[in-house]
């Protein structure tokens, strides 16, 4: 058996890719997807016929941007049988209230092509703010993705606004580490691995129920020493790797024994814990602008079809 074989006897795989042929081909039970992937979705120019048409429909980039967005994550739901992650615009990351209300656009735009909103996760940056934001959708029935995790507090505080899901970003937890001048060995001692062993070793052992996905992902060894999280997303190239793989893998997270849940983490103590921590800090803020570049460069090249 392939590694992946293997892996996904373990954990559901998701696919990191907003590209539609390479979903049909690897069939992932999941996909997830950000302005980074949409842009190069777009790039590729496998949507000008669908942006055109938009343009003739809507006026302002922004609707048109948000109507393409949910044209593709319509294309992937009905390729997949799981859920799609969309995301909110990154610039609302600090701003709840404007959060909230672009993910019930979203949700609605899905909803008029007819899209079960349970397929949909909402996709929002780990910031207290956000978190509060995805709080209140899950009160309403909104499933909702907590990205670019870095820290345990962003983890509990997830966990505490009972989100669906979080995504832990090992790759860049490790490229940090790395640019530090941390030398990494071996896999098991890679940071990026052993933040999300803690997180789901600390969400198993107090009976959390918030599903933990690993994301950002740099080479196959960072992904085996996962196996058995709840799920992962890996993109293409390294969904191939594992294909091509042929080797015995064994699961390396189990759940631990139940321990008392710990108390809610409150916005001082959250943000107290962020300034405390320079990784956490600096990749949260530098994902968060990369996603902002993204959507702006995505509405740029939507401008040019106007």
């Not at 893998?249 to 916005?267: D, F, G, S, V, Y």
Request: charge should be negative; proline fraction near 2%.
């Amino acid at each position: 058996m392939s590694v992946l074989q293997q892996l996904q006897a373990m954990t559901d795989i998701v696919a990191d890719t907003g590209n539609i042929d390479d979903i049909k081909r690897l069939n992932p039970l999941d996909a997830t997807t950000n302005p980074s992937l949409v842009l190069k979705a777009i790039q590729s120019g496998s949507y000008d016929q669908t942006i055109a048409s938009l343009c003739k429909q809507f006026s302002d980039v922004s609707d048109i941007t948000n109507a393409l967005i949910v044209k593709i994550g319509s294309s992937i739901v009905n390729t997949i049988s799981g859920l799609v992650s969309t995301e909110v615009d990154a610039r609302y990351s600090y701003d709840t209230q404007k959060t909230i209300e672009h993910a019930l656009k979203i949700i609605d735009l899905y909803k008029q092509a007819d899209i079960d909103s349970n397929r949909i996760l909402i996709k929002i940056a780990g910031t207290w703010e956000g978190i509060q934001a995805a709080k209140a959708l899950e009160a309403q029935g909104i499933h909702c993705n907590v990205t670019l995790i870095f820290c345990e507090e962003q983890a509990f505080a997830s966990a505490d606004a009972n989100a669906t899901l979080i995504s832990p970003f090992v790759g860049r937890i490790t490229d940090w580490h790395q640019a530090k001048g941390l030398t990494i060995k071996n896999a098991e001692d890679d940071p990026g691995v052993i933040s999300v062993k803690r997180i789901y070793e600390n969400f198993k052992a107090q009976g959390i129920q918030t599903i933990i996905m690993g994301a950002s992902f740099r080479n196959s060894g960072q992904i085996i020493q996962l196996a058995g999280c709840d799920k992962l997303t890996i993109s293409p190239a390294l969904l191939d790797e594992l294909a091509d793989t042929e080797k015995t893998i064994e699961r390396k997270l189990n759940a631990p024994i139940k321990q008392t849940r710990q108390a809610e983490l409150t916005q001082a103590q959250f943000l107290e814990a962020i300034d405390k921590n320079p990784m956490a800090k600096e990749k949260l803020t530098q994902g968060i602008e990369g996603f902002i570049n993204d959507q702006i460069k995505l509405e740029t090249l939507i401008q040019a079809f106007k």
